[in-house]
């Protein structure tokens, strides 16, 4: 059973890597929303800070998206998640250009 879980992990394309901070950036963001003291001005913004430390640190550049929490209304966008799909999106051209120019030199 447990292989068929792993396989499916590969599936869909994704490495632990990605997958653990897809994880992190969903909890961040469902805990705005369930978490209702985490509404409150003093609270959510010490999480807004926490995960915006965390988009600085994994995410590098990408992660000034984040910087949108601090300005009051943005924090109903699940603004953790959308710096996430922006930075997978842009690994996987990073990736694809690396390949290539690796094709290239190869040739």
Known sequence: MKQESINALWSIGLTWDELSTLAVCLALDLMDYLV???M????????DLIGMVFAFM???SIGTIM???L?????ILPL???TWITWYINTGKVNKKRSREQLENWR
């Not at 409150?40 to 999480?47: A, E, K, N, S």
């Not at 300005?71 to 924090?75: E, R």
Request: hydrophobic letters at 45%; proline letters at 12%.
């Open 36 to 38: 209702p003291f985490m």
């Open 80 to 82: 953790s998640t959308i």
């Open 67 to 69: 910087i949108l929490e």
């Open 71 to 75: 300005i009051p209304g943005f924090d």
């Open 58 to 60: 994994y995410f590098n």
């Open 40 to 47: 409150t001005p003093v609270y959510g913004d010490l999480l």
